[in-house]
Nanobody, 125 residues
Framework: QVQLVESGGGLVQAGGSLRLSCTAS????????VGWFRQLPGKEREFVAA????????SYAESVKDRFTISRDNAKNTLYLQMKTPKPEDTAVYYC??????????????????WGQGTQVTISS
């Protein structure tokens, strides 16, 4: 099965920028629909963005649309999340996730089978 490892989290000032990466091993990432979720303590995981196998289709939560960009490099087995003008409310643990489900448009955590360990993102005001 695929293993996912996130990197790039940290502390950033509001209005700055940050890029998260997720590197896959064990399987070819191009076989998976992949995405990002985030979670605050005591809250459910929240959908952030997803991208289809080829990278030609993307979907975003309304709260991050036009500010975050999801992309993938299948040759490098890597997924990215570019965060532009982040806000304090974007502070959370961000998780990379993958699924072998046919189709696209999955926004619920149960629809994804494989998860990274998470990376903390803190946006200061």
């Amino acid at each position: 099965q695929v293993q996912l490892v996130e990197s790039g989290g940290g502390l950033v000032q509001a209005g700055g920028s940050l890029r998260l990466s997720c590197t896959a091993s064990g399987r070819t990432l191009g076989n998976y629909v992949v995405g990002w979720f985030r979670q605050l303590p005591g809250k459910e995981r929240e959908f952030v963005a997803a991208i289809n196998r080829s990278g030609g289709s993307t979907s975003y939560a309304e709260s991050v649309k036009d500010r975050f960009t999801i992309s993938r490099d299948n040759a490098k087995n890597t997924l990215y999340l570019q965060m532009k003008t982040p806000k304090p409310e974007d502070t959370a643990v961000y998780y990379c996730t993958a699924t072998l489900r046919a189709g696209f448009g999955f926004v619920r955590a149960y629809e994804y089978a494989y998860w990274g360990q998470g990376t903390q993102v803190t946006i200061s005001s």
